[in-house]
Structure formats: C-alpha cells, structure tokens
C-alpha cells in the first residue's frame, strides 16, 4: 500500500508490544477491504499514560488497540467509555475519544465457536489466574453462569476479583484439584505453560469428561494443558481465539465492517508456526 498523508492511522498501545500480533492481524484486515489506513505497535512507557494517550488524540490517531498495562489509563484518557478497562479508542468526528472493552465479548465469541453449546453446559467456572484478563473474562461469563470460582497463587488478587462479582468465589490454590473436578468450564488465564515460562502438573485427570477447557495462552498454541485435555477427549479452546474476536469487534468499531476471522487465524498459525 502507499502511504499518503489521508492515511489512517491506528495504533497498538502497552509495553510491552514487540511480540504482538495485532499488527499483522489489523493490517491484513485493512488490505482484505482495501483501506487507506495503517497499524502500528507504539511501546508507551510513561509516567502519566493518560496524557500520553490523549496526546495521541492531539495528533489525530483515527483509533487505538490498547494493552497491559494501560487498559485503566485509556478508560481515564477517553470522553465517555462503556467500562472502566477499556482495550479500544476511537476517534469520533468531533475529535473525541471514545472507549470501549472488546476483551469480554471477544472471550465470549470464541467460545462459542469452540463449544457452541456451552450456555447450555456451563454452570460452574473455574479461573486459574486473577489479573486483567482473568477479571474481564470473569465478567463477561458472570451473566451466564452460576459461579465463578477464581484460583489464584497469590490468594488476596484472587479475592478482589472474586468481590467484583456477584457470584465470583474464591478456590485455595491447594484446592486446584477439587476445582478442576467441579468445573463446566476452566479458563487458564495466567503465565503457566508459556513459552520461557514454568509448566504446571495441572489435575487434568480429574476433570469431568464434559468439561471444557480454554487456555489464553498462544506461545506455544497447544499448551500442555490443552495437549493433556485434548488426550481426555475433552473440548478445548486455544489462546488465539480470544486474540482474533476481540480484535475483530475493534475493527468493526473503528470501520464498521466485521472482518474474517477465519483467515485470520489461518495467517497468525502460520506466524506462530
Ligand atoms: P494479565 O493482566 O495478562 O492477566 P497479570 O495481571 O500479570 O497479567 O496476571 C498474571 C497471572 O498469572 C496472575 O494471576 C499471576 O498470579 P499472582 O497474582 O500470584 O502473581 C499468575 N502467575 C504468574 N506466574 C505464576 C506462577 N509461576 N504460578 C502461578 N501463577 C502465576
């Protein structure tokens, strides 16, 4: 593509950015409907990020993708947000930011791809995990099930987020055996199993045969936990889902158009292979 100065342009916030794979994933969408706009991993470290956000609004950014850990601070920087965390901006016609949280929903899309039937299975949720994106993933489920059972290594995050819900419950870490023997569906939210990082001997024998089991974890995208449950004959959901329908919902909020999501998984495999 040519870049010109009518060009948009859109961003990836947080630090840190340089593994992501938002860029390749937007601008390949961008070229699918032949737009004039481009998107770019922008690290912002700062010691007042809502101003450096809002100074991105000065310079006519027409939308931003924003990452740990200025999902806070980009809710603080916008006009009006539709939640306190917020993962997209948008500029509007009159200059103004406007936020939006497309994590929840995009957790919710690609479950239901991987198990289409999951309302109908799912009461009880076990979290591993209790940081950003085990809260929004707790959120987004908390409607739709009966508990939310948080189990977390450091126990007093795992009771914050837990508070935040009205059927949000805490799990002792001890007591990861017995959650995962009780669970509909378990979500592995936190840095276990990713590539560089430690593994864990996750109970997965004593999960129910109808379980289903989603790892947000993509590096590597069969986890050891996924590859284990996989073994059991039980539904799976990898990291790349989430990734996909949350960035999917942003571009149909910064243009108005649902792009593929099939291709887009097709082409982040391949960079991840
Ligand atoms: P994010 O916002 O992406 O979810 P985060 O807030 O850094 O990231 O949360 C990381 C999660 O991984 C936390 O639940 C963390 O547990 P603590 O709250 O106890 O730190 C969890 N985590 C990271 N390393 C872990 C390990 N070695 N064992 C167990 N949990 C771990």
Not at 10 to 22: F, K, M, R, T, W
Not at 77 to 89: C, F, K, M
Not at 138 to 162: C, K, M, Y
Not at 229 to 245: A, E, N, P, Q
Request: aromatic share 6%; with cysteine.
């Amino acid at each position: 593509m040519i870049i010109t100065p009518a060009t948009k342009l859109l961003a990836l916030i947080g630090d840190p950015v340089e593994h992501s794979l938002s860029p390749l994933m937007q601008n390949a969408w961008i070229a699918d409907h032949g737009l004039d706009a481009v998107y770019v991993a922008l690290p912002l470290r700062s010691a007042d990020p809502a101003a450096a956000i809002r100074a991105l609004k000065d310079f006519g950014l027409a939308g931003l993708n924003v990452t740990v850990p200025h999902k806070e601070a980009a809710a603080l920087a916008a006009d009006r947000t539709e939640s306190p965390v917020a993962n997209v901006l948008r500029r509007e016609e009159d200059g103004s930011f406007s936020a939006f949280n497309t994590d929840g929903p995009g957790f919710l899309d690609a479950l239901s791809e991987a198990a289409p039937d999951w309302r109908a299975r799912v009461k009880r949720v076990l979290i591993v995990g209790a940081g950003g994106a085990a809260q929004g993933i707790g959120q987004a489920l908390s409607p739709f099930a009966d508990t939310i059972h948080f189990a977390n290594r450091t126990a007093e995050r795992g009771e914050v987020a837990a508070a935040a819900l009205p059927n949000g419950r805490t799990l002792r870490w001890d007591d990861l055996e017995r959650g995962f023997g009780a669970a509909d569906l378990i979500i592995q939210t936190t840095t276990l199993g990713m590539k560089d990082q430690p593994l864990y001997d996750w109970p997965v024998a004593l999960c129910r045969p109808t379980a289903i089991v989603a790892d947000i974890v993509y590096r590597p995208l069969e986890t050891d936990l996924l590859r284990a449950v996989r073994g059991r004959g039980l539904t799976t959901m990898d990291g790349l889902g989430m990734l996909i329908h949350q960035g999917a919902r942003a571009f149909d909020i910064w243009f108005g158009i649902h792009p593929d999501t099939t291709k887009a998984r097709e082409r982040l495999t391949a960079a991840l292979a």
